[in-house]
């Protein structure tokens, strides 16, 4: 069973966090690699955020509704979006659609939303009383015992959407009377600058994406009154007014903090024309989403946050963009267009087409700003449907219920903003396997009889890491997704679970004396980082063989390099070689290295085969052990070896961890081990295979994946 957590959690900023049991590293340390890896630019960003916080200056500069109120009145915002016609959705969904779509407008209709996608609660717009300004609670002058996270969903309005969906393919009058009286609790609930759902500009930006796309849809509904025109105009203005001031946070971030905020101006810019400040905003909205495009995105289509969910939300955000700047004549730069059809390429490569899900890769919130599909949010088809038909010109998928979205954040007609994208760069590589070595492609193998896929993961970062995963592998069978990554559960909490997935100790890789790849510097911050480089792929390492193989430098500090090849052979079977070799740049005087090889299962039944001392290789000391699994698509086996320097006393030590405690094996165990979260806020129970041994480089480790009733025997 899933758990959902108690929402009685700490926030902050969290910035300066170890992980729980970490030492912390020394500040003057901190300091000197945060300025080498993150640059001058970003760190001078933040300290002009945090001055203008501590000076009181950001206080002043949102003090109150009346800076962003134009003079006189705005009568309504401009529709700049329009829906798609009910009879084209009609024909995607079918009937059945159409009725899960209706049943979904109907929870939010009645006060419920799915929370993170999940399970359903009561719409709560009222944040934590008394309200402080936002400053406050960014200077910890005001602390509020809940997960920020539980605060912003509701309040990123994605019922409204929800609503818009069902009043378009009805045309039930319900649906947009609850838009009006829900919007009237947020506004009531939340008034200008005061509150939590205050203290991001991203919020905001968010907010003012939602409020005009569900403007476009309502606007002629008799529940639209005059009056109520008027309050969503001039909350418009207040929201957009919110995000300038504090920029420079969004610019020293430089991820989807930068692109939803620069969004959010550009729309709010179009949406009240009337309002003084609209050529500011919608010109400066503009120029940084454009940037942020181009600098967050690179030529091989990666995105900067090295995440699947972040870049899922980086398209809806072009998507919504490029739909709202058609209509105003204004075209998506070229640049824009190829590094989007890039990154529309570069995830789609990681799909996995039978389930629509992707690896779990990076940092995972959950986010999901236009939920314009009955699919799960862990489904990805929708996205890609349409961003591969926006940006790369072509559908990645044949006709399906993922088309949906394509009909309201598509192409509207001949779109000027947009033109060019089917001819542009990243359009002819769509879904295309990388074929370069540059570690930034994401490489994935595939079984020659199509049931089975792997993922290694390799990065040479220009952002901030969000996980030490460096030679992670993914590994897929009949859309099965077997050996995972654990993703992220929290990012506020209490220990050890605040943003506790993100070491390498839960991922799929190997661990050298129980330490990070990289340094953990804060909560969502790594130092030192560890980059990839490809050493060979798509050779054929023996006959009836195809593999690549890889190495970081992550754990050079200790005098080791990792190095990993994958192979799979004709007949479907895995092979996972692990080596462990003395980097010439690291320090000496270290003889021996603790190893630990984890492999994260999903919660299936299991039983340990055999377990013996069978050799690596001729002349090298090892130890073994055979484990089956029963999957919902039949059982697969895991056969570990681990073993080292000829003559060396390896001995080979097998832990299994579900869901924080020891079901086979000995030693000490951490409460994060043997869990897996799809989305934020819930973690399941996972398999922790663990595997470890000690002594002298070089140390090995060989894993080989067997699938189907008759693979044993293969």
């Known amino acids: 069973m899933g758990q959902s957590i108690p929402h009685k959690l700490c926030y902050h900023r969290a910035m300066n966090v170890p992980k729980p049991g970490a030492r912390r590293p020394a500040r003057s340390k901190v300091y000197l690699l945060a300025l080498r890896e993150l640059g001058p630019q970003a760190v001078f960003q933040y300290a002009l955020y945090r001055a203008g916080l501590v000076s009181g200056y950001l206080r002043y500069a949102t003090r109150g509704p009346e800076i962003s109120a134009a003079p006189g009145v705005i009568a309504a915002p401009q529709a700049i979006y329009r829906p798609p016609d009910r009879d084209e959705l009609a024909a995607i969904l079918g009937a059945r659609g159409v009725e899960a779509a209706l049943?979904?407008?109907?929870?939010?209709?009645?006060?419920?939303?799915?929370?993170?996608?999940?399970?359903?609660?009561?719409?709560?717009?009222?944040?934590?009383?008394p309200l402080y300004h936002w400053t406050q609670y960014e200077l910890h002058r005001a602390v509020v015992d809940q997960d920020v996270k539980f605060i912003w969903e509701p309040?990123?309005?994605?019922?409204?959407?929800?609503?818009?969906?069902?009043?378009v393919l009805s045309g039930d009058e319900r649906f947009a009377a609850a838009f009006w009286e829900l919007l009237e609790a947020f506004l009531e609930a939340n008034p200008p600058y005061l509150g939590l759902n205050w203290t991001s500009g991203q919020e905001a930006g968010i907010r003012l994406l939602v409020l005009s796309f569900a403007w476009g849809v309502f606007h002629c509904s008799p529940h639209s009154t005059p009056e109520r025109a008027a309050r969503l105009a001039r909350s418009i203005g207040v929201h957009a007014a919110r995000i300038p001031p504090t920029l420079a946070y969004a610019r020293a971030q430089n991820n989807n903090h930068l692109l939803s905020e620069a969004a959010g101006l550009y729309t709010a810019g179009l949406a009240i024309p009337g309002h003084p400040r609209a050529g500011q905003w919608r010109a400066m909205g503009w120029r940084w989403l454009h940037r942020g495009f181009?600098?967050?995105?690179?030529?091989?289509?990666?995105?900067?946050?090295?995440?699947?969910?972040?870049?899922?939300?980086?398209?809806?955000?072009?998507?919504w963009a490029g739909r709202i700047s058609s209509g105003a004549g204004e075209a998506f730069p070229r640049l824009s267009l190829e590094r989007l059809a890039a990154g529309a390429g570069w995830l789609a490569r990681l799909l996995d087409r039978g389930s629509g899900r992707t690896p779990n890769l990076g940092p995972n919130d959950s986010a999901y700003l236009f939920p314009l599909s009955n699919l799960p949010v862990e489904d990805y088809r929708s996205t890609l449907q349409t961003a591969?038909?926006?940006?790369?010109?072509?559908?990645?998928?044949?006709?399906?219920?993922?088309?949906?979205?394509?009909?309201?954040?598509?192409?509207?007609?001949?779109?000027?903003?947009?033109?060019?994208?089917?001819?542009?760069?990243?359009?002819?590589?769509?879904?295309?396997?990388?074929?370069?070595?540059?570690?930034?492609s994401p490489h994935t193998l595939h079984a020659p009889d199509g049931e089975s896929w792997a993922y290694l993961r390799l990065a040479r970062f220009n952002g901030r890491p969000g996980h030490a995963d460096q030679l992670h592998l993914d590994l897929w069978w009949r859309g099965l997704n077997v050996a995972q990554?654990?993703?992220?559960?929290?990012?506020?909490?209490?220990?050890?679970?605040?943003?506790?997935?993100?070491?390498?100790?839960?991922?799929n890789t190997v661990t050298v004396d129980d330490q990070d790849q990289m340094l953990r510097a804060g909560r969502f911050l790594y130092l030192g980082r560890a980059n990839a480089e490809v050493i060979e792929k798509g050779a054929q390492?023996?006959?009836?063989?195809?593999?690549?193989?890889?190495?970081?430098?992550?754990?050079?500090?200790?005098?080791?390099?990792?190095?990993?090849?994958?192979?799979?052979?004709d007949q479907g079977v895995w092979l996972v070689e692990d080596s462990l070799l003395a980097s010439p740049e690291g320090p000496g005087g270290v003889s021996e290295h603790r190893a630990c090889l984890t492999w994260m299962l999903q919660d299936w039944a299991w039983e340990v085969v055999e377990e013996d001392g069978a050799t690596l290789s001729e002349g090298e000391q090892a130890g073994g052990v055979e484990l089956r699994f029963s999957s919902p698509e039949g059982p697969l086996w895991l056969l570990l070896r681990a073993g080292g320097r000829p003559g060396g006393h390896l001995p080979a030590k097998l832990q299994i961890v579900r869901a924080g405690a020891l079901i086979y094996g000995t030693g000490p165990v951490r409460p994060t081990w043997g869990w897996r979260s799809s989305r934020y806020g819930e973690k399941r129970p996972a398999l922790a295979v663990k595997l470890y041994i000690y002594g002298s480089l070089p140390l090995k480790f060989s894993s080989e994946w067997r699938f189907g009733a008759n693979s044993r025997s293969a």
């Open 103 to 129: 049943q979904e407008a109907g929870l939010a209709a009645g006060g419920r939303m799915r929370l993170f996608g999940g399970e359903v609660v009561e719409i709560c717009l009222k944040p934590p009383q």
């Open 155 to 167: 309040a990123r309005l994605g019922w409204a959407v929800t609503l818009a969906r069902g009043y």
């Open 294 to 319: 181009a600098a967050q995105i690179d030529d091989d289509g990666v995105y900067i946050q090295h995440s699947a969910n972040y870049q899922r939300l980086m398209l809806q955000i072009a998507l």
């Open 388 to 440: 591969s038909q926006v940006f790369c010109g072509k559908k990645l998928l044949d006709e399906g219920p993922w088309d949906e979205m394509n009909a309201w954040l598509g192409r509207q007609g001949d779109s000027s903003a947009l033109s060019g994208a089917a001819e542009g760069p990243g359009s002819g590589r769509l879904c295309e396997d990388a074929g370069d070595t540059s570690p930034s």
């Open 485 to 507: 990554d654990a993703g992220t559960y929290l990012y506020n909490a209490p220990a050890p679970w605040g943003n506790a997935l993100a070491g390498c100790d839960v991922h």
């Open 541 to 569: 390492l023996s006959p009836g063989w195809k593999g690549l193989s890889a190495q970081h430098d992550g754990y050079q500090r200790l005098g080791v390099t990792h190095r990993r090849t994958v192979a799979v052979s």
